[in-house]
C-alpha cells in the first residue's frame, strides 16, 4: 500500500514563503505524473500545479510565476516553492501521484495552508 505524506504547511503572513514537500512510503512503484491540488473552504478541489518524470511542469494560471513545482527522482520527493503568498492561497493541499504502468492514482492526506495577517 502506497502512501503520500505531504509536509510544511502552516500559517503565513501576505508576501510571505512555505515550502511544501511530499514523500510517498510503501511499496513505490513508477512515479509518472506527480502534482499539487488545493481546496478551499466551500469551493471544489482545483489543480495547483503538475510535473512529469522529465521534469515538464504545468501551473494554475491563479499561480503562475509565484509557486515552483519540483521533484527529486532519486528521492521520490515532490516540492512545492510558494512564494509571494496571498489571502486567496488559503486551502488544504493535497499531493497526488500517478504511479507504474497501469497509472494508479494516490493521493495524500492533505496539508494545511493559511495566508494571513
Known amino acids: 500500500q502506497v502512501q503520500l505524506v505531504e509536509s510544511g504547511g502552516g500559517l503565513v503572513q501576505p508576501g510571505g514563503s512555505l515550502r511544501l514537500s511530499c514523500a510517498p512510503s510503501?511499496?513505490?512503484?513508477?512515479?509518472?505524473?506527480m502534482g499539487w491540488y488545493r481546496q478551499a473552504p466551500g469551493k471544489e478541489r482545483e489543480l495547483v500545479a503538475t510535473?512529469?518524470?522529465?521534469?515538464?511542469?504545468k501551473y494554475a494560471d491563479s499561480v503562475s510565476g509565484r509557486f515552483t513545482i519540483s521533484r527529486d527522482n532519486a528521492e521520490n520527493t515532490l516540492y512545492l516553492q510558494m512564494n509571494s503568498l496571498k489571502p486567496e492561497d488559503t486551502a488544504v493541499y493535497y499531493c497526488h501521484a500517478d504511479m507504474g504502468v497501469y497509472h494508479s492514482k494516490h493521493w495524500g492526506q492533505g496539508t494545511q495552508v493559511t495566508v494571513s495577517s
Open positions: 510535473i512529469t518524470s522529465g521534469g515538464s511542469t
Open positions: 510503501g511499496r513505490i512503484f513508477r512515479l509518472n505524473v
